[in-house]
């Protein structure tokens, strides 16, 4: 076996870990266990490769810092909170490995690794829609997992399916299939995440379609991402407060406005420093009928992150997606637009969900990272900041020489 089949065999098995279907592992506990394994041992081997590829001098960006102090202050934030390492080392130690795993290999060969997501995710989504039709699992459960998780599948495979063409690989019968795929898959879920995620991306494909006569909504997704950005967050925040105080939304939300009314009072008294990584149980009413003691979920991302790592966590991670998007300079039309689509589409979802319990979210944000780096020869930490500092230099420097010629 050559060396490239070697490591062709080494992404299958690391990818197929953590994108794994879920949906048995209430039924075989076993099936469970072994992928647990599987999880494990691939970090192994990521770390083996990162060790390799520091003999092999490889190359570290100063912003690769600032991603690994990320993962750093999530831990150091746990232990503070908690005294120690509970529930939550996959979010503590995987989903770090899995995102520079999915950096390194984005900069070495994104076509490859883009190509090896696809097939996986076919093969995946294929099998979500035979099994879940032959035999149905018990309800807000499919073989992919937990219906919340359908929609991630599909915003990530349709990232990954569009990104390939655009890296220059033109394989458009098999992405037609995998689009196709996915928006059955996301039709067919019973969850409003994955319902409202393809109502997005049927809007999205119209815009892109009849572009020429929508020039003005196309010039906006592309041009004034960063106020769909803040608006999306902003309504995030008013749409919980609404939800909250007036009842007419619940059928909509299933019951999430209590789950985020137990969150807010849990949060008023941790609200700096959170309780760190499954450091907290929320117990809705419903949940007293049965033997559980609660689950560490906000269904709402900005109210995971206060419950994870308080105010700190949260200022930080939306400073380090700001300089990340920042940093990553697109003059690619065609991939501006993927990407300004795919993360609206996360940012809307994240209103009733919170991604950043799976690991999904980390390989996209990953590729966009990975991608921003490898086709980014300067490496610019900071380039507005830069411009700044420039721009400071520039205003001295006319006043020295102002008052020299004075």
Not at 63 to 85: E, H, M, P, S, Y
Not at 137 to 159: N, P, R
Request: charged share 15%; with cysteine.
């Amino acid at each position: 076996m050559n060396k490239k089949n070697y490591l062709y065999i080494i992404a299958y098995f690391i990818m197929i870990s953590f994108l794994h279907p879920r949906g048995f592992e209430e039924v075989l506990p076993v099936y469970k266990t072994v992928f647990t394994v599987c999880t494990w041992a691939s970090c192994a081997t990521i770390l083996i490769i990162v060790i390799h590829a520091f003999l092999k001098q490889y190359h570290i960006y100063k912003f690769d810092l600032l991603v690994a102090f990320t993962f750093l202050l999530i831990f150091l934030i746990t232990l503070i909170d908690q005294k120690g390492i509970g529930a939550g080392k996959q979010q503590l130690f995987a989903f770090p490995f899995i995102s520079f795993y999915t950096i390194y290999e984005v900069r070495r060969k994104p076509i490859n690794f883009c190509n090896i997501i696809n097939n996986i995710l076919i093969i995946i989504l294929s099998l979500n829609l035979i099994i879940n039709f032959l035999y149905p699992f018990e309800e807000h459960i499919t073989f992919l997992g937990h219906v919340q998780v359908v929609a991630q599948y599909g915003i990530l495979s349709v990232f990954t399916s569009v990104l390939i063409l655009i890296l220059g690989h033109k394989q458009y019968k098999k992405t037609i299939f995998q689009i196709v795929l996915t928006m059955i898959n996301l039709l067919l879920t019973d969850a409003s995440s994955a319902l409202l995620t393809f109502m997005l991306f049927v809007l999205f494909l119209l815009i892109y379609v009849f572009r020429e006569k929508q020039k003005k909504l196309l010039d906006l997704l592309l041009k004034n991402s960063t106020i769909f950005y803040c608006s999306l967050l902003v309504l995030n925040v008013v749409f919980m407060i609404i939800a909250c105080n007036i009842s007419i939304f619940r059928g909509f939300i299933s019951g999430r406005d209590l789950i985020w009314q137990e969150a807010f009072t849990k949060i008023q008294k941790h609200w700096l420093l959170g309780y760190g990584i499954q450091g907290v149980l929320i117990k809705p009413f419903w949940l007293s009928w049965t033997s559980s003691n609660g689950f560490n979920y906000g269904h709402n991302q900005i109210i995971q992150f206060f419950l994870d790592g308080g105010l700190i966590w949260f200022a930080y991670v939306i400073l380090i997606l700001y300089l990340l998007l920042k940093k990553v300079k697109i003059s690619n039309q065609n991939y501006l637009y993927l990407l300004n689509t795919t993360l609206i589409a996360f940012l809307v979802f994240m209103i009733f969900e919170s991604p950043s319990v799976y690991c999904y979210i980390y390989i996209y944000i990953s590729f966009i990272y990975g991608l921003g780096i490898k086709y980014q020869r300067k490496d610019d930490l900071y380039g507005c900041i830069k411009c700044f500092k420039q721009r400071i230099f520039q205003c001295l420097l006319s006043v020295k020489n102002k008052k020299t010629s004075g």
